[in-house]
């Protein structure tokens, strides 16, 4: 059974600072990364993808990937108010017989 | 360029009824996927249709079928319903089966 596990929240962070998500998963061979953001009520949109190990900077985010430890994380510099969501973190091993496997996200707010 | 549309955004059926849900893919993509999203949770992978055919599913009873036609649309049959059924049904499109989707607005469907 694969899993993608993360913290559900809420992570509340102040505007301005930087909001650290993280997420681990289990299964090794999983070959490809990605950070979806989720408004209340809305569809995931993707915000990050990343394949090889190291950070990969997009405008405000840094999604950074281990695969030793099987971690991978996101990074928002100056957050906003517009950055509350709940961020979901998944997973993709290959072939398309399983599709993406999602972690249940982590609510983010952030405080003015 | 089209984004992933979805109809209807929402449907309340009873329990044993069917119901379709119907996607249109994004403009220039030949996949799409099918993720059911309970409350609080992340998407879960229901199947995948590449050129017409089936060719990944997920953790889910016969009940749960699609078919993808000549233009890429698609739609999801849920027969016999069950109240744990009650969720939100997204549809994403993607290009040759590839993992980076993108997600339509989602349609959301209540059992009672």
């Known amino acids: 059974q694969k899993e993608v596990e993360q913290n559900s929240g809420p992570l509340s962070v102040p505007e301005g600072a930087i909001a650290s998500l993280n997420c681990t998963y289990s299964d090794r061979v999983s070959q490809s990364f990605f950070w979806y953001r989720q408004y209340s009520g809305k569809s995931p949109e993707l915000i990050m993808s990343i394949y090889s190990n190291g950070d990969k900077e997009d405008g405000r985010f840094t999604a950074q990937l281990n695969k030793a430890s099987q971690y991978v994380s996101l990074l928002i510099r100056d957050s906003q108010p517009s950055d509350s969501a709940t961020y979901l973190c998944a997973v993709y091993s290959g072939g398309g017989a399983d599709g993406l496997t999602f972690g249940k996200g982590t609510h983010l707010i952030i405080q003015p | 360029e089209t984004g992933v549309t979805q109809s209807p955004t929402h449907l309340i059926k009873t329990r044993g009824q069917q119901v379709t849900l119907r996607c249109s893919s994004q403009s220039g993509h030949n996949t799409v996927s099918w993720y059911q999203q309970a409350l609080g949770q992340g998407p879960q992978f229901i199947f995948q249709?590449?050129?017409?055919?089936?060719?990944g599913r997920g953790n889910f009873p016969p009940r749960f079928s699609g078919l993808q036609f000549p233009n890429y649309s698609s739609e999801l049959n849920v027969n016999a319903l069950e109240l744990d059924d009650s969720a939100l049904y997204l549809c994403a499109s993607s290009l040759d089966s590839g993992p980076i989707l993108f997600f339509g607005p989602g349609t959301r469907l209540t059992v009672l």
């Open positions: 249709y590449y050129r017409e055919e089936e060719n």
